[in-house]
């Protein structure tokens, strides 16, 4: 008879050795990426301006109707303590959709919805007090670092809006002047030209070569937002398809600023890549600006970042089917 006997296993030092370094290289490594990619992590805190105001108490009215059931609805002039549409609406919002308005003593909004370029478009046209209206925010309240996003629906509701869009997702670029609610955040110029809303509420549109953002500050900049290009400058179309950046010669959806007179605004938004929604081009978007009367516009950030938010409901259809993350958003306050 033989006798079987089984000796137990012990793995030799450097067995373990290896398998507890490539345990560890994983880890770091799986660490390293979402450190990268996906945890938040540096910036600086931006805290919320405090406007006071010295105006009359307010009176609010707010409608939001179905996007799917309105009734072409033709616009009226509004007055609230001395503010007013003036004149009236440019044809293509006559003959577009009422979604919603919003009036107090300080600020006038009227959503619309309109078609042009095979797309849905939407309109905010707003008239404010003065330009301390319209605010920034940064997602988490916090400017550059990496990772650190937000949906513009998220901005919102935490800053008490009553409407929002995104801007120029300021914090994904490492360059470009930024100055938001009157602060200066970056002074690193970059190669595209700026849009700044000044504190007497009318805008210029300029290279960030043409100047330093001290500069820019220096006279009163309440808000500069670098993205581009610029479509309409003091009534000079300049937007074109040719400006050697593909993203502006094809059709993509868009969000927009543009100024009709000191203090009375206009944001839009293209949906797009849809079967109902084709997006627009560059010279497109700034055909929707003129067509809006603007005497200056600019181009803020789209694509799948394209989104308009009013009281409570995302009003676009954003073309990833939901909202994305982005860093930053443009707002007014209810």
Known sequence: MYEVIIMPFTPRKSTLLIVGFYTLLFLFTTFVLLYEFVIPHGGIIVEEPVITRTTSATTTTTLLLDTLTTELTTTTEITTQGLTYPGE???VLSEGTILGSYYTDTVLITIYQIRATNSDVYVADVVVIDPYEILSAFAYNTFGGSNITQTVSTMAIEHDAIFAINSDYASHYSSGYVIRNGQLLRSTESYRSAITLWADGSVSIFPESSTTAEAVLAQNAWQLWSFGPPL???????????????????????????????????????????????????????????????????????GGSATMWFDGQVINRPSEGTERKVGDCVYIKR
């Open 89 to 91: 609406a440019p044809q």
């Open 232 to 302: 309409i400058i003091n009534d000079e179309y300049v937007a074109t398809v040719n400006d050697g950046l593909d993203r502006d010669a094809v059709n993509n959806p868009r969000s927009a600023f543009g100024v009709i007179d000191k203090n009375h605004f206009v944001f839009v938004c293209v949906d797009g890549r849809t079967d109902i929604s084709h997006g627009a081009d560059i010279e497109e978007l700034a055909d929707i600006m003129v067509s809006l009367n603007c005497h200056n516009a600019y181009n803020f950030d789209g």
